[in-house]
């Protein structure tokens, strides 16, 4: 799973590299942990990999790291739809809809660069080839 965590991470896929570093985290996986004891002691480059990728998706200061990586990330990447998500979510209810009885343009505008993010990510995805052999799979 860590190999897989480290390639996602190269492609810049932060959306699935969080699945994988949330399902390296769940409990079945977690009772594991003599066996990341082992790996720390066989591979310490790998582990150590492994804790910069945990804590390049940590949750501590809004997400402040991934959201740098994130800036300096290709174009073709695919974010972490949580982060904007909480954005979208915290600015809808801490923002009021109307201000001053008009509409709070503000609010709006904010709501929308964070949703014009994840649209520009899905404009600039890659044109993957379909492999016909596989496609009766």
Do not use: W
Request: aromatic share 10%; proline share 3%; with cysteine.
């Amino acid at each position: 799973m860590m190999k897989v965590a480290y390639k996602l991470r190269d492609m810049d896929d932060f959306h699935s590299l969080m699945g994988v570093l949330a399902g390296i985290k769940a409990q079945p996986v977690y009772r594991l942990a003599p066996t990341f004891e082992v790996v720390q002691q066989m591979d310490f480059q790998a582990y150590r990999r492994y804790l910069s990728l945990k804590k390049l998706m940590s949750s501590q200061k809004l997400f402040s790291a991934y959201r740098l990586a994130r800036q300096t990330a290709s174009a073709q990447c695919v974010p972490y739809l949580g982060t904007y998500l909480q954005d979208i979510t915290a600015i809808n209810e801490v923002k009021e809809d109307m201000k001053d009885g008009k509409v709070n343009l503000t609010k709006f505008l904010q709501i929308s660069k964070a949703a014009a993010t994840v649209l520009q990510c899905k404009k600039l995805a890659p044109e993957i080839q379909i492999d016909k052999s596989s496609e009766c799979y």
